[in-house]
Every structure is written in C-alpha cells, then in structure tokens.
C-alpha cells in the first residue's frame, strides 16, 4: 500500500511531470529466486515481464500512477 501511495503522489509531482517521466508500480508476482528460497510458481524471466514491458510500452507514456500486475492495471 505505501508503495502505491507513494508512486501516485510520485506521478503528481512536478519533479517528473515536468521532465516528462512515467511512474508506474507492479507486482511481478511470486517468483523462483534465491529471495523465495525457490518456491515461487514463476520463473525470474516471467515475473520480469510487466516491469520490462512498463518500461518499453509507448502506449503507456504519459499515463502516471497505475499500479500493474500481469500488464494489465489494477484498482487501488
């Protein structure tokens, strides 16, 4: 939740309005990795999916404070 908040106040702030940067939140998900001791049901590659693709998507440029999981935008 505090993460969420703060990318939304983040996205209002003109230290990034005014230089045109996006800012975005994601979950990648429960993940393999030495964090989850392995026990996560996606690979390292699959939860980097939606951050790699917030930030290569040109559909989403200008669009600040959205929380995403999956690429899709969920409500908070």
Same mark, same amino acid.
Request: aromatic residues 8%; hydrophobic residues 35%.
């Given at each position: 939740?505090?993460?969420?908040?703060? *990318?939304?106040? /983040?996205?209002?702030?003109?230290?990034?309005?005014?230089?045109?940067? !996006?800012? *975005?939140?994601?979950? #990648?998900? %429960?993940?393999? !990795?030495?964090? !989850? *001791?392995? /026990?996560?049901?996606? *690979?390292?590659? =699959?939860?980097?999916?939606? #951050?790699?693709?917030?930030?290569?998507? #040109?559909?989403? =440029?200008? /669009?600040?404070?959205?929380? %995403?999981? =999956?690429? !899709?935008?969920?409500?908070?």
């Amino acid at each position: 939740a505090a993460e969420i908040a703060m *990318t939304r106040i /983040q996205a209002r702030s003109s230290e990034f309005l005014d230089r045109g940067v !996006t800012v *975005t939140a994601c979950c #990648p998900g %429960y993940c393999k !990795t030495d964090m !989850t *001791t392995g /026990q996560g049901n996606k *690979t390292a590659a =699959e939860g980097a999916d939606t #951050p790699v693709w917030l930030a290569v998507e #040109p559909s989403l =440029e200008g /669009q600040s404070g959205g929380f %995403y999981a =999956e690429r !899709t935008l969920l409500s908070w």
